[in-house]
């Protein structure tokens, strides 16, 4: 079974700050990839799909990037509306299963 | 409009049993990928079940056995029948629409969540 990791597990940053997400798959992957937001309380979000494809109404400050087993998710500068705990995803269909990694907190530092 | 809305949620003993609805408006079940998600308190996201629509279902190891995914196309509706519960089942179920991209499978709506404690 493919594994994701999540570097750093917590973040601290200030607003306008640019910060950089990890997730890496335990081996390739390709391109199949998702990324997440979750707000506390709330549900998550797609934010983007296919490793870099922008969800519709998504800010174009998040951006996403890699291949293979190495991907980045990337907020060019913070909003106070990005502090929110950040998911990257995959879909393996053998064994059928989808996965999330571990999470990584973006607070206030 | 497109939603998603989960019920069924509540406080029910180890050893009981629980169903879960999801009542989706703006598309159909019938012709869209459907899975559940869940996230226990304090803990990242789960992924639990997805049901197909040629209705091919799948399952989280953890659950096996347990849960069961099912639809009900007349009324639009998700369901997840959840038996033999423990302590472990505790979290919010989110259903969600699977979104088929380039190559990854995402979760593209949610619904808001409803909580299951299972607590004696």
């Known amino acids: 079974a493919i594994l994701l990791t999540q570097s750093p597990s917590s973040v601290s940053a200030s607003l306008g700050d640019r910060v950089t997400i990890t997730c890496r798959a335990s081996?390739?992957?390709?391109?199949?990839l998702a990324w997440y937001q979750q707000i506390p309380g709330k549900a998550p979000k797609l934010l983007i799909s296919?490793?870099?494809s922008l969800e519709s109404g998504v800010p174009s400050r998040f951006r996403g990037s890699g291949s293979g087993t190495d991907f980045t998710l990337t907020i060019s500068s913070l909003q106070p509306e990005d502090f929110a705990t950040y998911y990257c995803?995959?879909?393996?269909?053998?064994?059928?299963?989808?996965?999330f990694g571990p999470g990584t907190k973006v607070d206030i530092k | 409009e497109v939603q998603l809305v989960e019920t069924g949620g509540g406080l029910i003993q180890p050893g009981g049993s629980l169903r879960l609805s999801c009542a989706v408006s703006?598309?159909?079940?019938?012709?869209?990928?459907m899975s559940w998600v869940r996230q226990a308190p304090g803990k990242g996201l789960e992924w639990v079940s997805v049901?197909?629509?040629?209705?091919?279902?799948y399952y989280a190891d953890s659950v096996k056995g347990r849960l069961t995914i099912s639809r009900d196309n007349s009324k639009n509706t998700l369901f997840l029948q959840m038996d033999s519960l423990t302590a472990q089942d505790t979290a919010v179920y989110y259903c969600?629409?699977?979104?088929?991209?380039?190559?990854?499978?995402?979760?593209?709506?949610w619904g808001p969540g409803t909580m299951v404690t299972v607590s004696s």
């Open positions: 969600a629409r699977v979104q088929l991209g380039r190559e990854a499978y995402a979760f593209d709506i």
């Open positions: 703006g598309f159909s079940v019938s012709s869209n990928y």
């Open positions: 049901i197909y629509s040629a209705d091919n279902t």
């Open positions: 081996q390739g992957i390709s391109s199949a």
């Open positions: 296919d490793a870099s």
């Open positions: 995803q995959h879909f393996n269909n053998y064994p059928h299963r989808f996965t």
